[in-house]
């Protein structure tokens, strides 16, 4: 079993930064897969980032050039730096981790943005830009 424990969350003014933390315990190591979902009120959850277990990255247009996903297998903790906040980026962040391959190329990259791919979530940690 994976425990998942976001943290960073925050109030900020739009154009500011934010570093979230999800830090893993539990049966995890490095081959997994790990993302950052959002969910705004009103509306589905939607996939953020993530980050293949050899390092490849996968973006939502929304916020690519702002948001930066990254992980340290050391510590057992993925990161999400976001940049440039809007508005709109106000929302509920999750991260999530599975260890199913995800096949790598356009697919794989794909998937790492979908739901239905991860098996493990965290409570999830609050992001408000005003």
């Known amino acids: 079993h994976v425990q998942l424990v976001e943290s960073g969350g925050g109030s900020v003014q739009a154009g500011e930064s934010l570093t979230l933390s999800c830090v893993a315990s539990?049966?995890?190591?490095?081959?997994?897969?790990v993302g950052w979902f959002r969910q705004a009120p009103g509306k589905e959850r939607e996939g953020v980032a993530g980050?293949?277990?050899?390092?490849?990255?996968s973006y939502a247009d929304s916020v690519k050039g702002r948001f930066t996903i990254s992980r340290d297998n050391a510590k057992n903790t993925l990161y999400l730096q976001m940049n440039s906040l809007k508005p709109e980026d106000t929302a509920m962040y999750y991260c999530?981790?599975?260890?199913?391959?995800?096949?790598?190329?356009?697919?794989?990259?794909?998937?790492?943005?979908?739901?239905?791919?991860?098996?493990?979530w965290g409570q999830g940690t609050q992001v408000t830009v005003s």
């Open positions: 980050i293949e277990s050899d390092g490849s990255t």
């Open positions: 999530a981790a599975d260890r199913t391959p995800t096949g790598g190329g356009e697919y794989g990259m794909l998937l790492l943005l979908q739901q239905v791919y991860y098996g493990f």
């Open positions: 539990g049966y995890i190591d490095s081959r997994y897969c």
